[in-house]
């Protein structure tokens, strides 16, 4: 009897563990979306330039919720080895930074941003620096930590290494993009298209597909599936 409590249990926080996973996923497909979307109820908005700049905007408190939310899991992530736990708490902890240190206001003269009241100027490029940090541990999260098996694969395995992969290089990509994009192109005539924004849409909506995934919503292993 104690023995069949003790799976019982162990069942549940698996799949409340499950659980999680697929709401982060939701949570970072949503973000761009609900970001956008929402910043329309603002009279006389626009689509702003990246989904950083909607902390200036009525979606603040949605923002920093939604990626409150992500970074704080993130934290508590426990994986099946050490690298798994640095790895997701590091990303956490820049997906704070990114809330602590927003991008620049724009509005032509320094302004004190943030809860450490950080000059715009300068708290711009330390959030930059936590988003490319943040997207890149991400990636690394999908490429090589998700990947892992022992023994050989099965069929599901193999197709959601192949989505792991996928979405982590588009991520890399996405990240290369957003760079060279902000280092050499921000004054050029692609600024009309919102770049940055792109680039991080597709960024967090590939991180949101491999955590679906790794949450077990598609292509879970049919003997496993089975089994419940």
Do not use: C
């Not at 080895?81 to 790895?87: F, M, N, P, T």
């Not at 004054?187 to 298209?193: N, P, R, T």
Request: net charge positive; aromatic share 14%; no cysteine.
């Amino acid at each position: 009897m104690a023995g069949m409590k003790h799976s019982n249990r162990s069942e549940s926080l698996i799949h409340s563990y499950l659980a999680m996973r697929r709401i982060v996923g939701v949570l970072a497909i949503l973000l761009p979306v609900i970001m956008v979307a929402g910043g329309f109820i603002q009279k006389g908005s626009t689509v702003e330039g990246s989904i950083s700049s909607y902390y200036y905007t009525n979606m603040r408190d949605f923002f920093v919720g939604m990626l409150s939310g992500v970074a704080l899991f993130l934290i508590s992530y426990k994986g099946y080895e050490l690298i798994d736990d640095i790895v997701t708490n590091l990303s956490g902890i820049f997906a704070l930074g990114i809330i602590a240190f927003p991008t620049s206001k724009f509005a032509g003269h320094v302004v004190r941003v943030g809860i450490f009241l950080t000059p715009d100027n300068i708290s711009q490029y330390i959030h930059l620096a936590f988003s490319i940090a943040f997207l890149f541990l991400l990636a690394f999260n999908s490429l090589f930590l998700f990947t892992r098996h022992g023994g050989a694969p099965s069929r599901e395995k193999k197709t959601r290494n192949f989505i792991y992969r996928t979405s982590g290089w588009i991520m890399i990509a996405s990240i290369v993009g957003m760079v060279l994009y902000i280092a050499f192109l921000s004054h050029s005539a692609l600024a009309k298209w919102r770049p940055v924004l792109v680039f991080e849409t597709v960024s967090l909506i590939s991180f949101g597909i491999s955590w679906l995934v790794k949450g077990n919503t598609l292509f879970k292993d049919k003997r496993l599936a089975a089994a419940k």
